[in-house]
């Protein structure tokens, strides 16, 4: 008897948990702590750092579990499975890669427990109409449709490709060249390169006979370095450089004046942009961490206070999924608004920015509406 | 486009080549050892002519006047203090030894440095002489490949006119007779893994301007630098030189006229070839070591 009445008050406690008022909204994060993405994971853990202490200040009481996937799908698929079995969140930010976020995404609808992907650029994942994933970035193939975009007022003829024989590279310049074709470019040359080699003025000679408006590189780190000045030494000099992905995009690129002053670059976020908040973040994180906040910082604070704010009134799985999908935000990401369009479901239709650097500052330059500073084209020495 | 452009920037990047090919022909031909700690070596003379170059502002060509003596050194006791230990063991034992130590310098390297990829930046890095019929020569690389070309003239008159140089010669041709001779090989040794180490070290700091340092960075330019002594021929100075050449001149054409993605594919079928025709290599002695 004694255990019926345990079990019936048991069960009614667990029916009814949000008659326990004020406590905290648990929430589960996963990144890349160690590993080899854990220069960006920081980035992530910072935002994310940021996203609580703002949360906390507004009276929302968040309680973090914070896993690390070290960069690997199959612990990433652990922790998400730990956190919504074993501590019950009712919704799960990350992880930050594609490959971990892909693993997670087809297991989230098993589950039942929304994930919201703050990063992660592969297209996949928002495409195979899982109902518990939602995607705040913008995926891969808008970063050359947005570089292409930045220039099509300037009304180019033809493209060069110069980029890394990687999956990252291949992939990235094949939408490049479906989104050439549509604006009517012609491809003059397609240089695919070993990443590592001390010497790329052979290709780059090739791509200065074609003579081409746009150069479009994909190159990661140090590479982009020793490509714009080998493209420099040579005199390659386009109309515009366009550099899709992680190399044209780092604090140590944009330093290297004499060589990348006015090369052009996709990114999803800058603190320079006319989003509410994001000069202030910008602004609030440097003093913090003592350095420039990447993109991902932004997209895991927004993801983050999305998913607090929301899973705040929704208290459980269910619920937090329909006012996922129902609701938008607005925030130092812009208009947030997860919809279903071109094959993508519950997928934020993020606009990316073009940013160009201009005296070893990135500065954003399209869209138009969102910046404060203009494309300068053609490019110049 | 102008077959003259790759020609001349092939030559030149291949004379960086030549330098790290060199030293390590000069250890195989004397100790008749395969450095394969060699890429590290160099990866080391990087980080010291970046350091030269950040902490105390001196010029990164400059700086060889100090760097070069202070890899000879760290070669020099290297062997006093580990690769002596093996010089009569089976080859695998010795090729265990040199990856080992060369996994412990990368390493600590990572550990010390980070796995951040440091760029040395000289007022000339990107600078070149334009040359009439659209040809340019970088600047930088100009510097290094003359340097190299000094650097092997003194090597060239050290070993054929020197005592010390023609005690080396006599200990790579012949290890038992020279000993015989009254030749302190074992010195002869340490002289030869300090000049190779100082020839690799040299080789990174001409390379570091033009391109980028990073700790795993000497993998890539083993596998070079073990490809040019195989074309040259083992423990041939002047094979080495050749071969770094070639292997040069050979990426930047295949670049050209076929495709970046290729020039791998090439130096290696021309590679196998040369050892198929000439397997002592282009320089090297026939009859091969035993």
Redesign the interface.
């Known amino acids: 008897m004694k255990t019926k009445i345990a079990s019936i008050v048991a069960a009614a406690l667990l029916a009814f948990p949000m008659l326990v008022y004020s406590a905290p909204v648990k929430i589960g994060f996963i990144n890349s702590i160690t590993g080899k993405e854990a220069?960006i994971g920081e980035n992530l853990t910072n935002g994310a750092a940021m996203a609580i202490e703002d949360l906390n200040a507004k009276g929302i009481q968040v309680e973090l579990f914070k896993e690390d996937d070290g960069g690997d799908p199959k612990n990433a698929l652990a922790a998400y499975e730990k956190l919504v079995t074993r501590d019950a969140v009712v919704g799960v930010v990350g992880p930050y890669t594609s490959g971990c976020a892909n693993v997670v995404a087809s297991r989230a609808d098993q589950y039942q427990v929304p994930l919201l992907v703050p990063a992660a650029a592969k297209e996949e994942i928002t495409m195979k109409g899982y109902k518990n994933v939602f995607r705040l970035n913008a995926p891969a193939n808008v970063y050359s449709r947005v570089l292409m975009d930045a220039v099509k007022a300037y009304k180019p003829k033809t493209i060069a490709f110069v980029y890394a024989?990687t999956d990252f590279g291949v992939s990235t310049v094949k939408t490049a060249q479906e989104n050439a074709v549509k604006m009517g470019l012609k491809e003059v040359a397609n240089?695919?390169?070993?990443q590592?080699?001390?010497?790329?003025?052979?290709?780059l000679?090739?791509v200065k006979?074609a003579n081409p408006d746009l150069v479009f590189l994909v190159s990661y780190?140090?590479d982009a370095?020793?490509l714009?000045?080998?493209a420099?030494?040579?005199?390659l000099t386009p109309k515009a450089f366009l550099g899709a992905g992680a190399g044209y995009t780092t604090a140590?690129f944009a330093q290297?004046t004499?060589?990348s002053n006015f090369v052009v670059s996709a990114t999803q976020w800058t603190d320079d942009v006319n989003w509410a908040g994001a000069a202030d973040f910008g602004k609030r994180y440097k003093t913090k961490f003592g350095k420039e906040p990447s993109y991902h910082a932004a997209c895991a604070y927004e993801a983050l206070r999305i998913m607090a704010l929301t899973a705040s009134k929704a208290k459980n799985p269910a619920s937090l999924r329909a006012a996922l999908k129902a609701g938008s935000w607005s925030g130092i990401m812009g208009p947030v608004k997860f919809a279903d369009y071109n094959g993508f479901t519950n997928q934020n239709n993020h606009p990316m920015l073009v940013q160009q650097i201009q005296n070893g500052k990135y500065e954003t330059v399209y869209p138009a509406s969102f910046s404060k500073k203009k494309l300068v084209y053609p490019f110049k020495r | 486009m102008s077959f003259l452009q790759p020609l001349l920037s092939g030559t030149l990047t291949g004379g960086v080549y030549a330098l790290a090919g060199i030293g390590m022909s000069l250890v195989f031909g004397v100790m008749n050892i395969s450095n394969f700690a060699h890429g590290d070596l160099m990866m080391l003379g990087m980080y010291l002519a970046y350091f030269a170059f950040t902490l105390l502002h001196i010029d990164p060509y400059l700086s060889l006047v100090l760097l070069i003596p202070t890899a000879f050194m760290f070669g020099f006791l290297l062997e006093k203090l580990f690769i002596n230990k093996v010089i009569n063991h089976p080859h695998q034992n010795q090729i265990l030894l040199t990856i080992g130590l060369g996994l412990i310098m990368s390493n600590t390297a990572l550990l010390a440095f980070t796995s951040d990829p440091k760029i040395l930046t000289t007022s000339y890095s990107s600078s070149a002489f334009n040359l009439p019929g659209g040809i340019s020569i970088s600047v930088p690389l100009l510097l290094s490949f003359l340097i190299t070309c000094v650097i092997i003239a003194m090597l060239y008159l050290f070993l054929s006119k020197t005592t010390t140089g023609m005690a080396l010669r006599a200990t790579s041709q012949n290890r038992e007779a020279a000993q015989l001779m009254g030749i302190n090989v074992a010195k002869m040794s340490a002289i030869a893994f300090g000049l190779g180490t100082a020839l690799a070290a040299t080789a990174g700091a001409l390379i570091a301007p033009t391109y980028y340092i990073h700790p795993l960075v000497g993998h890539s330019f083993l596998l070079k630098a073990f490809t040019i002594c195989v074309l040259g021929g083992l423990g041939s100075v002047v094979g080495a030189g050749v071969g770094g050449i070639i292997i040069g001149v050979v990426e930047a054409m295949s670049s050209t006229y076929l495709s970046s993605d290729w020039k791998d594919v090439v130096v290696f079928v021309l590679f196998l070839a040369v050892l198929l025709l000439r397997p002592q290599g282009l320089f090297g002695k026939k009859g091969g070591q035993s």
């Open positions: 220069q024989a240089e695919k390169y070993q590592g080699q001390p010497d790329y003025r052979p290709s000679s090739k006979a780190d140090a370095i020793l714009m000045r080998q420099k030494e040579i005199g140590q290297q004499e060589i």
